[in-house]
Every structure is written in structure tokens, then in C-alpha cells.
């Protein structure tokens, strides 16, 4: 390669280098791209409060969403016996609720702790084919917790939450981005790292090269 080639050669080399640099800096400050558009937390889901936080199967995480779908069913009677799966939903007006004996724990029933939905499945029974059925509509907009009243104390509860106008908290993210040492996201580092790392053998490769001239394979001039 001729000299005049190669210099050109390590200009655009050099040229790429730095567009690549300028490309990863709108990104860093805009906060990153992805999905969820740059959001920084998990997802909502209501607060139902501390009348579930003994709740056999219950946690924050467990919540389910339902938003999305006319009917819901829930098990009465699931893990060891004394649980409702799902313990706590979320679901639109205009969703009916149906729960299922699983047959499980004993005698069980489902009444209502406390919010606007007068649920009451009526006296405890021990069955794997009963049911019971409440359609959920803008009256009943709010949060509603229940229970089994003989399994109450045992952490059989469960809780309901209609509409969009609940109390909410956020869950703390998973993929929520860390920052690394100054601010910089770990993507946008490794870019930058990687490009002064080209323009480094960039510049030391044209050094030597004008140092020690062509290789005496190559022939012809300027």
C-alpha cells in the first residue's frame, strides 16, 4: 500500500471512530433507549396494605394483573390447603370472579374483610366442586380484602382490587439500569472503551509505519 493510501486509509479509520463516539454520547444523554422508553422503577400494582402481609402465598411480586380480561378464577383451598391462588388481583369493571374449591384444608369460605364489594360465599364447605361468583363493577371500584373465616388467623386471605383509580406502589425493578463508577451506563463504557482502544492501533500502526517507510515488497511510487 502507498503511503498516501494508507494515511487515508488511517483517516476514515480514525474519522469512524469518532462518529461512533458522537452516536454513543445522545444516547447516554438521553438516558439510555430500550423498552420502557428510559422508565426507571418496576411495575405498579396496588397497595393493598398490611391486612395481607401474613397472607399465605402472598407477596407484592405474586399480584396478578388482570386488567385485561372478563373473568378471573381463583383457587380456594391451594398450597397447603389453606391458601387463595391467586391471593391478590387487579381487574377492571365488569369482571366477573369466580372461585374454585380445590377440596383441600378442610371447610373454607369467602367473605368479605373490607372495601365495597359485599362478598359472601355463605357458610364454610369442604368440596372439590363448589364454587362462588361475584361480578365486580364500578360500584365495587376500590380494594376489597377477604378472608376465610375459619382459616383467618391461619393466613388464609385474599384481596381484590377494582379499577384503575387505587392506590399504587411501584416495585423495584429488576432491569433497572446501574450506573457505573462517574455516571457512565455500562453499555455507553465499553463502546467508548472499545473505540479509543481502535484509534490507539490506529495511530500506533501510522507511526511505525512513517517511521520505517514502505515494505520493501512494495513497489511503484506516488
Avoid at 395481607?52 to 396478578?64: F, G, T
Avoid at 385474599?158 to 429488576?174: K, P
Wanted: hydrophobic share 35%; charged share 20%; with cysteine.
Amino acid at each position: 500500500m502507498k503511503r498516501r493510501d494508507f494515511m487515508r486509509a488511517a483517516g476514515g479509520t480514525t474519522a469512524a471512530a469518532g462518529a461512533t463516539v458522537g452516536a454513543a454520547g445522545p444516547a447516554a444523554a438521553a438516558g439510555g433507549g430500550g423498552e420502557g422508553g428510559g422508565e426507571s422503577g418496576g411495575r405498579t400494582v396496588p397497595a393493598f396494605g398490611s391486612y395481607l402481609d401474613d397472607a399465605n402465598l402472598y407477596s407484592e411480586e405474586s399480584i396478578v394483573d388482570a386488567r385485561d380480561q372478563d373473568s378471573v378464577t381463583i383457587s380456594v383451598g391451594a398450597g397447603d390447603g389453606l391458601a387463595f391462588d391467586p391471593p391478590a388481583i387487579w381487574i377492571s369493571p365488569g369482571t366477573t370472579v369466580t372461585w374454585e374449591w380445590t377440596g383441600e384444608g378442610g371447610t373454607h369460605n369467602v367473605v368479605a374483610n373490607e372495601g365495597p364489594a359485599g362478598l359472601d360465599s355463605g357458610s364454610a364447605v369442604e368440596s372439590s366442586s363448589a364454587t362462588y361468583e361475584f361480578e365486580f363493577t364500578e360500584d365495587h371500584a376500590g380494594i376489597t380484602t377477604y378472608r376465610c373465616i375459619p382459616h383467618e388467623t391461619s393466613g388464609m386471605k385474599g384481596a381484590v382490587a377494582v379499577g384503575d383509580d387505587v392506590e399504587t406502589t411501584t416495585l423495584a425493578g429488576a432491569d433497572v439500569k446501574e450506573p457505573i463508577e462517574f455516571g457512565v451506563d455500562i453499555h455507553e463504557h465499553w463502546v467508548g472503551v472499545s473505540v479509543m482502544l481502535l484509534m490507539s492501533v490506529s495511530m500506533v500502526f501510522t507511526f511505525f509505519t512513517l517511521k520505517y517507510g514502505e515494505s520493501p515488497h512494495t513497489s511503484g511510487g506516488d
